[in-house]
């Protein structure tokens, strides 16, 4: 590698265009398209007795109306379980519009095309469904101890039950463990719901070409190639007559990654019964009722440890919300149950799950995807031990650290593809002494001492994680160098701003020896690569990133191989420099890898994109080539995919200190440290932002985010006016720290970065808000008014 991009802090490309407002978004899209609105459910739980569409077909510019009964039978069919697991005794998926029984506000139950989305806003408002009202459950415990039923046919409202016990060393459960050990605690700890919220909602705009018979779907989504699949499917299509591309995509943070979405299957078929381009595109209320939600867990705790804090026996008893439906299964809990116990090797670990069907919205992974309510449940544990045994609490979890030596480190837990979890390197120990200088731990208590004379009370908290990313089976990578010496790679999965257009450039003018301005990267669009999962879990930078520098290598093999022919030198002795392959200390044999991808193609041409001019090359006839030799095949590119043999283990620390107003309960948080392990860095700047949004989101998290439902089912709180998330204002100026254990996993050392930022950041804040009242905070987000609440109580 001549050119060393991997690991510099390259600016991101893509941002001149998205900042100067020249984003392709998918509402950009489709001038001229009739467009769709849904008749939602208003009720949290009714039978649907009769709809009368009369009136509204008398709405000028109204298309066509339809509901369940007129879509055809593989469309009428529930939408597909996405995630099975044997523990998954009673999934369910809802249908692309209700058949019988909503069950969620929101849930759709009309779809409604006119000429533009006014009007069909306007025949929406005149279509009358006459509901029989039934009993909504409204929140899990309720729910679990109710004899009413969301799903007649589940009892009990339990859709999944999984425990796992990972015995001690000496064979004890951790029930045994926990009686014998010397100290014992007990508590609840409660975390409300919450929800992704990328500025731009979802959307879908579908083109049917006659002619042609084929489809082409543009859809605000993290996984294009699924979407793609799964119309197919749905609309009964070869699959070679479906494109999906994901245009540029407003944010998505875990709620694209659900396929199809009803609206994804609907918009496409209608614009295949009406010939005519259709689109929809979500607006802010239909995200809040009718996308997905997460966190949403109540946890029952039991732990058992010595005098130096050390976790003999663990017992955690999780009741899960899951809403109405379960289309991606139920990996939110297992994430949560199985990397509880982040950094730290405990004696023993009983873990116990309920996933637990409510008239709500459905619940789908939202960054971090069940680790925040994980982290939660570990960190509270370390500080309760603290506090009890009147330690430090860094020196507990010091105590039960997972040692550097001691890895690859296996938790004895099942993961949800049935492998077992396992570490494959990290350095707590270094993360944590990194942490507490950076933040100033030790000096902590003078500087509260002092802010105490002067009447303030201020806290210091601290949260550890352990977060697998990079999950497999595979993603794939294409790269091609043209005649024009440019490079053109190409990947499945999907951006939605991380950055990918930057950093997969890193890779491959890293590892083809190119000047960056001549890398291209296309992604999201099942026209230039068909095979691919999806953008989530952290896994784009691992998956794709190894896909495209193996794609890379067998490239650069064979420009060697060509360019050794033509330079009659050994491959060798060869380096690629600024996009010339060169005979190493003989200056001035070289040629370029321009002049090399027009040599690999037996006809010859050079195509110069500058000029648009195409020439043949260097005066030779088309035809009079020799034949392809078998086993080779004709250009410089290609494709190759990577599959791991398991997740790779990004881990962190996080430190706040923050303030809390003796009068007004108001929490500032005055300062925000961050020690982070992704393996080796591709880019160190787009990291740390990456860093920057999952804090900013794990703040919200922690102190205004939360959905809040009545007793009837009715968010209350469906509006940006209502549901606080962080401003700029609201968050602080954040100093990170690197440090880099590459993983022995994947052929570039590294490990996902894309959630890590929001995972500790509920158990951070209740650390430090705990220290500065001397409160227990074991429910959250806390705002001020229930700050105040407990100050009251425990007084
Ligand atoms: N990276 C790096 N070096 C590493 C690891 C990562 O330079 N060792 C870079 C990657 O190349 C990529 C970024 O950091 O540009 C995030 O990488 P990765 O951890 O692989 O995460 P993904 O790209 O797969 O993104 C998914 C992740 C998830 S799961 C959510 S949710 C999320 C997130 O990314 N949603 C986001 N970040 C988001 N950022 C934006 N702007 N919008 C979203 O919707």
């Known amino acids: 590698m001549s050119t060393k991009l991997f690991g510099e802090p390259v600016q991101r490309r893509e941002d001149p265009r998205l900042l100067t407002g020249q984003g392709r978004y998918l509402d950009d899209l489709g001038a001229g398209a009739f467009e769709v609105a849904f008749v939602r459910s208003p009720h949290a739980h009714a039978r649907i007795r009769d709809i009368d569409v009369s009136d509204a077909l008398e709405v000028e510019g109204l298309v066509a109306i339809y509901t369940w009964e007129d879509l055809p039978t593989l469309l009428a069919q529930p939408l597909p379980l996405l995630i099975p697991h044997p523990a998954l005794t009673h999934g369910r ?4 519009l209700a058949r019988d029984v909503v069950r969620h506000v929101g849930e759709p139950v009309v779809m409604v095309v006119a000429r533009d989305r006014y009007l069909a806003e306007d025949a929406c408002a005149l279509i009358r469904v006459d509901y029989e009202l039934l009993k909504p459950v409204v929140g899990v415990e309720e729910a679990a101890q109710s004899a009413q039923l969301v799903h007649e046919d589940v009892p009990g409202n339990v859709g999944a039950h999984l425990v796992q016990e990972v015995p001690s060393a000496g064979g004890f459960g951790a029930r045994e463990a926990i009686e014998a050990a010397p100290h014992t605690l007990a508590f609840r700890l409660d975390i409300e719901r919450s929800a992704s919220m990328p500025l731009e909602g979802r959307g879908v705009y579908a083109r049917w070409d006659a002619d042609d018979r084929s489809l082409r779907v543009y859809s605000s989504t993290q996984t294009s190639t699924s979407v793609r699949m799964a119309i197919a499917a749905k609309l009964g299509l070869p699959l070679p007559k479906v494109e999906v591309i994901a245009p540029d995509v407003g944010g998505g943070f875990g709620v694209k990654i659900v396929h199809p979405w009803p609206e994804e299957v609907l918009v496409p078929w209608a614009a295949i019964v ?3 381009e259709v689109k929809w595109t979500e607006d802010r209320r239909e995200h809040f009722i009718s996308s997905a939600h997460e966190r949403a867990q109540v946890q029952f705790v039991r732990v058992g440890f010595d005098d130096d804090g050390r976790v003999l026996g663990l017992d955690v008893n999780i009741l899960h919300d899951h809403g109405a439906y379960t289309p991606y299964g139920i990996i939110v809990p297992i994430i949560t149950s199985t990397q509880l116990l982040g950094p730290y090797k405990i004696g023993a670990y009983r873990v116990e799950f309920s996933s637990i069907y409510t008239n709500t919205v459905q619940v789908t992974p939202y960054r971090g995807a069940g680790r925040p309510q994980g982290v939660f449940c570990m960190e509270r544990t370390m500080d309760h031990i603290a506090e009890y045994l009147e330690a430090d609490r860094t020196a507990v979890r010091e105590a039960n650290f997972i040692q550097p030596g001691e890895f690859p480190y296996d938790q004895g837990l099942i993961f949800q593809d049935g492998r077992p979890l396992i570490y494959d390197s990290g350095d707590y120990p270094e993360s944590l002494r990194l942490l507490k200088e950076l933040i100033g731990w030790d000096g902590f208590p003078d500087l509260k001492a002092r802010a105490a004379a002067q009447g303030r009370r201020i806290g210091i908290g601290i949260g550890c994680y352990v977060e697998g990313t990079g ?9 091609q160098i043209t005649s024009d010496g440019r490079v053109h790679v190409s990947t499945g999965l999907t951006s939605q701003g991380q950055g990918h257009e930057t950093v997969f450039a890193q890779i491959a003018a890293t590892e083809l020896g190119v000047p960056l301005e001549r890398v291209s990267v296309v992604t999201g669009d099942t026209r230039r690569f068909g095979y691919a999962v999806g953008t989530f879990a952290s896994r784009a930078a691992v998956m794709s990133g190894n896909a ?10 064979k420009a060697l191989r060509i360019a050794a022919e033509a330079l009659e030198a050994d491959p060798r002795d060869l380096e690629i420099v600024d996009g010339e392959v060169k005979v190493v200390g003989a200056p001035g044999a070289s040629i370029s890898l321009a002049t090399v991808a027009v040599l690999s193609n037996p006809l010859r041409y050079a195509f110069d994109s500058e000029t648009a001019r195409a020439t043949q090359f260097a005066g030779t006839s088309s035809f009079d080539r020799p034949p392809v030799e078998a086993g080779d095949e004709p250009g410089l590119e290609g494709r190759d995919y990577y599959s791991p043999i398991r997740s790779t283990f990004a881990s962190g620390m996080h430190a706040a200190i923050v303030e809390t107003d003796p ?44 959905m809040v ?20 204002t609201e968050i602080p100026h954040i100093e990170t720290a690197h440090l880099e254990t590459p993983s022995p996993l994947n052929p570039l050392g590294i490990k996902g970065a894309g959630e890590a930022g929001v995972i500790p950041g509920s158990a951070v804040i209740a650390s430090a808000v705990e220290d500065a009242e001397g409160i227990r905070i074991d429910k959250m987000p806390i705002s001020p008014s229930e700050l105040f609440d407990l100050r009251r109580a425990s007084s």
């Open 93 to 96: 998926t809802a249908h692309a």
């Open 274 to 276: 009406l010939g005519h």
């Open 471 to 479: 999950v497999g089976p595979y993603e794939g990578g294409h790269v």
């Open 548 to 557: 495209i520098a193996l794609a890379c290598r067998k490239v650069r093999d």
């Open 663 to 706: 009068l007004t309960a108001e929490i500032h948080i005055l300062r925000y440290a961050v020690v982070h392990d992704c393996g080796n860095l591709i880019n160190p700047m787009i990291v740390e932002g990456q860093i920057h949004g999952g804090v900013a989101q794990g703040v919200g998290g922690a102190l205004y985010e939360r």
């Open 709 to 728: 439902y009545d007793g009837h089912g009715q968010l209350l709180n469906a509006s940006f006016m209502d549901f606080l998330m962080p401003y700029a």
